[in-house]
């Protein structure tokens, strides 16, 4: 572990996050709710640390494996220390924890909230609280590899430690075209949802809101009752789409805007995440036929919207889940578990973690019936290799490990034993609410200080995906 | 540029590091899981699983956009259908390692242009040129040849009793004298700096140097190379009479060398006696050093260890070097080894893999950079320069021009003069530049003269 390096890069992540910290001001100066002062002050601070750690901590060693993992566990946590800075000044949120906890949520997407009354803040510290959201989703380490030179040599190894899933695409030969590429596509797509949001009637600050957190699978809202608030299907109908195109993969994406379309079809995870979406949807919307909604439409257009804000880690909603049958409320936990695709902006195992698992369960009882028979793991037309079977294999049980150990955690803190649990499946496949006191119409402020603690690590350990935070923990990797 | 490398062999790695520090968009082809992970965690480079024969692969990695196809694996087959298929997609440019003479000879049925092969590389050919290079000079353990043989590229190291020892910069610049010679670049302990005038030259450090070939002696006489004892005909030996020892051998029959080139095989002493003119062919064991004595080795101008086995090619040279011969060249195949030889106490060592590489290196960035060398133990190049007519770069003084910063310009040659710059000096269209350039400002380099 080389130290030195990893606090320089940390440096120059900072200096990156104060520039970041200036673009609410121009809306704090249109809507005069005077936070500017504090955003300035919050960017000056980031700003001197950082200049401090790169002016200071000079090295010309190159980045290996192990600094990746630091750079990228650290910087995260980093940018919600540092992103923290502008509630907590401007006096919106008192209790740094409570800022702390806020941030987080927004940068690993999560979108849980601890605000009681979020119409009450100042507009400027909404729209930040939003593009925490639309930084994480993407990955701030992909989107510093696209602007920041002096990662690129090592650039694979903060790549790997951040895009989800269990391989990184590449799109182009050198990593910090294939980060630009993504940033381009996301860009992309968050302009054409900001549009078709305000045709539907947003305002343009609402639409820009909105679009940043579903792009990001985040589920940040600027209203109370989230989406609910607008009440127009053809606005509920815009999000639940951009919500599944966010829980694509972004390859998938380019290509098709590169006018290969056909390789949605084509690509296995996709077609798995579709048959789920659709049967998940379909399913509840059966469920729901015995009185809950009154025309068919209202049913498939909330059940349709919550089974995908759930699916892709969203966390928007518009009706509230827990006053459907509790079947419902089941098939919604699973859907909790399974998350996004790889390589999305979504949350949870990954649809093709699952897909995998579920393909060598098949192979496994196989064996038992052809002993003899050679039959491999494929995705798509390629055998998957071992070691990425093993690692998933490895990722499940470590997945459901962190589950247990956390909702123990949280059940010591006093809470009761479907709130625990359901806390903690939101924020480590970071969707945002969950289920009893946490559920969608309800919010995190009444957890106790030491459950937000953990609660906010889950959100770091789900966003990165557990290893590259847990081998932060092995004494080893601190070794020379 | 989009270069496309099938095989990730030794060749291939090598040359996907280079490129890619340079800022190439490098696909890597290669049909072992391993190797692709091994390269894409280590380098900025794209692997592709699957066989360079095929154009499924190709396709997948992209071959309708490659300037340049880089086929190097160690089959030849693959190679050259690479290649094949590479002008079938109208890729620019194709490389193809080949080591199987079939293909190579003059009376091949099947030839370059047939194959669509616009360059065809034999290690073990790359490797033999550059000893017998290597062996034409005395004291220098690199060297390169740029503008015709005109200008020399040498690089010397330190020893405690060489004269240069301690002294900085500005102080060997004042007995330099007449001589004209610019130091452009000293290596020391794996660090290459471009030194300025308070840079000392200390023992261990390797210097390079730009000279005419005229200077040559007094930079010599300078260097207290002794030259003395050899006023005769120079004396070379050769262990191992392999490809590489036979063309050795060739080569430094031509430069009127004797020869002596010890090989075990009976038999194959017979076939190189028959095809080689001059040079004494001797059947015994390298490792026997009796023979060696006998034979003189203690009075050799240069000792050249070209066996298949790295590790008798080290031993041998070092026990040469013991008895007294003057100089010793190592052929060795790990790379692992090559960096400890010098610290041994062999003078060079060569790998035939590391030359392919260099040649490709040259071949492929072909264009305003006429000739290049690449320096042992570092990433730096020497690249030899033509200033085309509408460069940005004429008729102004150097010192007003932004020259990159790591990289140095040794000389400036026009027609048969040349000139060792300062800042006064304007560059002329037609002109040949020398530039000695660390990794990171070759790429900066090649566009300040574009």
């Given amino acids: ?144 590899l696209a602007i920041l030179p002096m990662l690129g040599v090592g650039g694979m190894q903060l790549f790997k430690a951040e895009v989800p899933g269990p391989t990184a695409d590449r799109l182009k030969p050198r990593i910090q075209d294939t980060a630009k590429l993504l940033w381009g ?74 006018g290969r379309l056909g390789d949605f079809l084509r690509n296995e995870e996709f077609r798995f995440y579709f048959g789920l979406t659709v049967g998940g949807t379909i399913l509840i919307v059966l469920l729901n036929m015995q009185g809950v909604y009154a025309s068919f439409f209202d049913n498939l257009r909330y059940s349709a919207f919550q089974v995908v804000s759930i699916m892709t880690t969203t966390g928007f909603g518009t009706a509230d889940y827990e006053l459907w049958p509790v079947l419902c409320q089941y098939l919604l936990i699973f859907a909790m578990f399974i998350g996004g695709c790889a390589g999305s902006t979504g949350g949870g195992m990954k649809v093709a973690r699952i897909l995998l698992l579920i393909k060598h369960a098949q192979v496994q009882v196989y064996r038992l019936i052809h002993p003899r028979a050679v039959k491999l793991v494929k995705l798509g037309e390629r055998p998957v290799d071992k070691e990425v079977m093993q690692s998933i294999l490895g990722f499940f049980a470590i997945y459901l490990g962190a589950f247990v150990v956390a909702s123990f955690v949280m059940a010591a803190t006093g809470m009761d034993l479907v709130s625990a649990g359901a806390s903690v499946i939101a924020t480590l496949s970071n969707i945002g609410p969950g289920l009893g006191s946490v559920g969608p119409v309800d919010n995190f402020a009444h957890v106790p200080a030491f459950g937000k603690l953990t609660l906010s690590f889950c959100m770091l350990l789900g966003r990165l995906e557990l290893f590259t935070v847990l081998v932060l923990i092995f004494p080893s990797f601190w070794r020379k | 540029m989009n270069i496309l490398i099938v095989g990730a062999g030794q060749v ?154 301690d002294l900085t910069l500005k102080e060997l610049g004042e007995i330099r004298g007449m001589y004209r010679f610019v130091v452009v670049a000293i290596s020391r302990g794996g660090h290459t700096i471009i030194p300025r005038g308070d840079d000392t030259i200390q023992v261990g450090d390797s210097i390079f140097l730009f000279a005419h070939k005229e200077e040559l002696p007094s930079i010599q006489y300078m260097l207290q190379i002794e030259e003395e004892q050899h006023k005769g005909t120079k004396r070379a030996f050769i262990l191992g009479g392999g490809r590489i020892g036979q063309r050795v051998a060739r080569a430094l029959e031509e430069k009127n060398v004797s020869v002596r080139l010890i090989e075990r095989d009976q038999q194959r002493c017979e076939e190189l006696s028959a095809k080689l003119k001059k040079t004494m062919v001797i059947h015994a064991d390298g490792a026997d050093i009796r023979v060696l004595l006998d034979e003189g080795v203690e009075n050799a101008d240069v000792f050249i260890a070209a066996t298949e086995n790295d ?85 102004t003084p150097l010192k007003d021009l932004n020259f990159p910063r790591g990289a140095i310009i040794g000389a400036i040659v026009h027609g048969k003069s040349y000139d060792i710059p300062d800042g006064e000096n304007q560059l002329k269209v037609g002109d040949r530049v020398l530039v000695f350039a660390l990794p990171e400002a070759i790429s900066k380099v090649e566009r300040f003269f574009d």
């Fill in chain 1, 1 to 144: 572990m080389n130290i030195t390096l990893t606090l320089r890069i940390l440096g120059a992540l900072l200096l990156f996050l104060a520039i970041a910290l200036l673009t609410p001001l121009p809306f704090s100066w249109f809507y005069h709710d005077g936070a500017a002062g504090s955003f300035m002050l919050a960017a000056a601070i980031s700003a001197a640390c950082g200049g401090l750690l790169f002016k200071f901590f000079r090295t010309e060693k190159e980045l290996s494996v192990r600094e990746g993992f630091a750079v990228v566990s650290f910087g995260w946590t980093v940018f919600a220390l540092f992103g923290a800075l502008p509630f907590v000044l401007s006096g919106a949120i008192p209790s740094y924890l409570d800022a702390f906890f806020e941030t987080m949520s927004g940068f690993t997407t999560t979108g849980s909230t601890i605000l009681t009354n979020i119409e009450a803040m100042p507009p400027s510290l909404l729209l930040w609280r939003s593009l925490t959201q639309w930084l994480g989703g993407m990955g701030i380490i992909v989107l510093s």
């Fill in chain 1, 185 to 258: 596509v996301y860009v992309l797509l968050t302009g054409v949802e900001v549009m078709l949001l305000m045709s539907a009637g947003m305002s343009f600050f609402d639409g820009l809101n909105h679009a940043f957190t579903t792009m990001a699978t985040g589920g940040f809202s600027t209203r109370n009752a989230s989406v609910a608030a607008f009440d127009s299907a053809s606005i509920d109908w815009i999000i639940t789409f951009f919500m599944f195109l966010a829980g694509v993969n972004f390859s998938l994406h380019y290509l098709a805007l590169r």
């Fill in chain 2, 12 to 165: 291939g790695f090598f040359l996907c590091e280079r490129l890619s520090l340079e800022g190439h968009d490098v696909t890597l082809i290669d049909r072992d899981q391993e190797q692709i992970n091994e390269a894409q965690d280590r380098l900025n480079v794209m692997g592709v699983l699957g066989n360079g024969a095929s154009a499924e692969t190709m396709e997948q990695a992209g071959i309708k956009e490659a300037d340049i196809v880089m086929a190097v694996t160690d089959l030849d087959e693959v190679n050259i259908l690479a290649c094949l298929l590479a002008r079938e997609y109208g890729v620019g440019k194709r490389i193809a390692r080949v080591k199987s003479i079939d293909y190579l000879s003059r009376g091949a049925v099947l030839s370059k242009d047939k194959l669509g092969i616009d360059l065809m590389i034999n290690p073990d050919d790359a490797v033999a040129d550059e000893l017998a290079n290597l062996a034409g000079r005395v004291g220098a353990f690199d060297v390169a040849e740029f503008v015709e043989g005109q200008m020399q590229f040498l690089g010397y190291r330190i020893t405690k009793e060489s004269p240069l020892c």
């Fill in chain 2, 311 to 395: 590790e008798t090619n080290i031993l041998c040279a070092l026990l040469c070097k013991r008895q007294g011969a003057h100089r010793t060249l190592c052929l060795v195949n790990r790379p692992e080894y090559l960096d400890l030889a010098p610290s041994l106490g062999v003078d060079a060592c060569v790998s035939p893999r590391l030359s392919a590489a260099g040649a490709i290196l040259k071949f492929a960035r072909r264009g305003n950079v006429l000739s290049l060398a690449t320096i042992e133990g570092s990433n730096s190049e020497v690249l030899e320069i033509e200033v085309k007519s509408d460069s940005s770069v004429i008729n």
